[in-house]
């Protein structure tokens, strides 16, 4: 059984490592592959060509990350209702002749917050991004029982876009944009995501600053390397709860493994497998959001 991961500059990802060791675990002859247009192999060959050849080659799926999430779906056969609401794709099963496109970004982040949504106040959240994996987030904010979602992002015309989307999907949401942090007056929220890339190596600091939080806010980060960003150690130094991106990237990851295989798993295995990983290595920030 072969399966495999396309996007750019993914030399270092944990997806073949973890989902391999899953494989093993559950008794399977599961190979995971890097399929990198950043490598020489790829470079230059479209979309559309991978798929085929990989089709061909008997991969039963294939995970899709950046840059390729919206792109792809025009090459499938049949969208789940997420994947069609948010418009991206993150795993691909080929089975029967057809090819099938799921979001488990979404589905990721619903569980990362379910299991510990007794603990949250679900009233107003402000969501940092507005791009692909901050639309998975922001459906799942709203199907996990959110009350009112505000929306950031740098980029002009985004967030509204993303309003527009949402409300277009989830006509009984309460869905807002605002454009400027500066002069928010934050202690309005019950919790806050991040769906940007601040808080990696590469893209150090904070989406903002935490000083205007009150203790009672959650604070979400879906960067998981580190393990605790910048946002998160400043929060919790408010007495904020605060959740790392390690359960939205170990959900996702079950889910895809699952839609791949036809095989159940382990969500405790796949916990324990990312926490070596991420202590053992670096990782490309391609990676490092969803």
């Known amino acids: 059984?072969?399966?495999?991961?396309?996007?750019?500059?993914?030399?270092?990802?944990?997806?073949?490592?973890?989902?391999?060791a899953e494989g093993r675990a559950l008794g399977l002859s599961y190979q995971y592959d890097l399929l990198d247009v950043s490598t020489e192999r790829f470079r230059n060959i479209p979309l559309s060509r991978i798929l085929d050849q990989a089709e061909a080659d008997s991969y039963?799926?294939?995970?899709?990350?950046?840059?390729?999430?919206?792109?792809?779906?025009?090459?499938l056969s049949e969208l789940s209702e997420i994947a069609r609401t948010i418009g991206a794709v993150n795993t691909v099963?080929?089975?029967?002749?057809?090819?099938?496109?799921?979001?488990?970004?979404y589905s990721g982040f619903l569980a990362a917050v379910q299991t510990v949504q007794p603990a949250l106040f679900l009233g107003q959240v402000l969501l940092l991004g507005a791009g692909?994996?901050?639309?998975?987030?922001?459906?799942?904010?709203?199907?996990?029982?959110?009350?009112?979602?505000?929306?950031?992002?740098?980029?002009?015309?985004?967030?509204?876009?993303?309003?527009?989307?949402?409300?277009?999907?989830?006509?009984?949401?309460?869905?807002?944009?605002?454009?400027?942090?500066?002069t928010m007056d934050l202690s309005q929220y019950d919790g806050v995501v991040n769906a940007t890339p601040m808080g990696m190596n590469e893209h150090p600091g904070t989406a903002i600053d935490v000083a205007?939080?009150?203790?009672?806010t959650w604070v979400a980060d879906i960067v998981y390397?580190?393990?605790?960003?910048?946002?998160?150690?400043?929060?919790?130094?408010?007495?904020?709860?605060?959740?790392?991106?390690?359960?939205?990237?170990?959900h996702?990851?079950?889910?895809?493994?699952?839609?791949?295989?036809?095989?159940?798993?382990?969500?405790?295995?796949?916990?324990?497998?990312?926490?070596?990983?991420?202590?053992?290595?670096?990782?490309?920030?391609?990676?490092?959001?969803?």
């Open 132 to 182: 692909g994996a901050g639309t998975a987030v922001a459906l799942a904010l709203i199907d996990a029982g959110v009350n009112r979602i505000v929306i950031h992002d740098k980029t002009p015309g985004r967030g509204a876009a993303l309003v527009a989307q949402l409300s277009a999907a989830r006509p009984d949401a309460s869905v807002a944009v605002v454009d400027r942090l500066v």
């Open 60 to 75: 039963v799926g294939l995970n899709i990350t950046h840059p390729f999430k919206v792109e792809v779906v025009e090459y």
């Open 212 to 216: 205007g939080l009150p203790e009672t």
């Open 252 to 290: 996702q990851a079950v889910d895809a493994f699952s839609f791949i295989t036809g095989k159940q798993a382990d969500p405790t295995r796949f916990m324990a497998c990312i926490e070596r990983l991420i202590s053992q290595k670096q990782i490309p920030d391609e990676e490092l959001v969803p």
């Open 1 to 20: 059984m072969k399966a495999g991961l396309i996007g750019h500059g993914i030399a270092g990802s944990l997806t073949p490592a973890m989902h391999e």
């Open 93 to 105: 099963v080929f089975q029967g002749g057809r090819r099938f496109g799921f979001n488990t970004d």
């Open 225 to 250: 390397f580190p393990l605790e960003t910048e946002l998160l150690v400043q929060a919790k130094k408010r007495g904020c709860q605060t959740i790392n991106g390690t359960g939205m990237a170990i």
